[in-house]
T-cell receptor, first 113, second 111 residues
Framework: NAGVTQTPKFQVLKTGQSMTLQCAQDMNHNSMYWYRQDPGMGLRLIYYSASEGTTDKGEVPNGYNVSRLNKREFSLRLESAAPSQTSVYFC????????????FGQGTRLTVV | GENVEQHPSTLSVQEGDSAVIKCTYSDSASNYFPWYKQELGKRPQLIIDIRSNVGEKKDQRIAVTLNKTAKHFSLHITETQPEDSAVYFCAASKGFQKLVFGTGTRLLVSP
């Protein structure tokens, strides 16, 4: 059982380049999330998708776009990468019912130079 | 929106001691409070959670308490072991809505 799978695990970008982080879950969960983790800042929500076909902004959406491709997949796109977007990115999913556990992917370490 | 504050940011204890991490939340409508453990280089994983209709929950050496009136909840780890060393995050949410995380506590358990 794979759970939540993110690709790639590591990425180095030059300022201004674009890229898409991929996330897929095989638990038939309704809700999916993208967080970024920076030292001393905890986990901050970038975007989330409560169900297939819907997306909403989180705490730090600027510079990012998302696509809920289907129930399994939720991608995060950086259109023009900036050094401030250097971070570890986590995708997560949950059943979407009230008060349920969120399962995290293994993370993507992104460096923008 | 919801705001979650977590203290302390770092905590060092001797093996066998107890550790307590505290969180406060701002939205009185929040009703779900999970705790996640993140080992170095790994993903966060749920260790215990509590819902607003319960004041305390225990799971072996780990317990969580909730004070809805004061809007704070705490994680208690007894008989700490070196493998408890990690970063711990509290979080809060209401209903179907998104989890808001605290800034994390780095726990170091020395042998």
């Amino acid at each position: 059982n794979a759970g939540v799978t993110q690709t790639p695990k590591f990425q180095v970008l030059k300022t201004g380049q674009s890229m898409t982080l991929q996330c897929a879950q095989d638990m038939n969960h309704n809700s999916m999330y993208w967080y970024r983790q920076d030292p001393g800042m905890g986990l901050r929500l970038i975007y989330y998708s409560a169900s297939e076909g819907t997306t909403d902004k989180g705490e730090v959406p600027n510079g990012y776009n998302v696509s809920r491709l289907n129930k399994r997949e939720f991608s995060l796109r950086l259109e023009s990468a900036a050094p401030s977007q250097t971070s570890v990115y986590f995708c997560a999913s949950s059943p979407g019912q009230p008060n349920t556990e969120a399962f995290f992917g293994q993370g993507t370490r992104l460096t923008v130079v | 929106g919801e705001n979650v504050e977590q203290h302390p940011s770092t905590l060092s204890v001797q093996e066998g001691d107890s550790a307590v991490i505290k969180c406060t939340y701002s939205d009185s409508a929040s009703n779900y409070f999970p705790w996640y453990k993140q080992e170095l280089g790994k993903r966060p994983q749920l260790i215990i959670d509590i819902r607003s209709n319960v004041g305390e929950k225990k799971d072996q050496r780990i317990a969580v308490t909730l004070n809805k009136t004061a809007k704070h909840f705490s994680l208690h780890i007894t008989e700490t072991q070196p493998e408890d060393s990690a970063v711990y995050f509290c979080a809060a949410s209401k209903g179907f809505q998104k989890l808001v995380f605290g800034t994390g506590t780095r726990l170091l358990v020395s042998p």
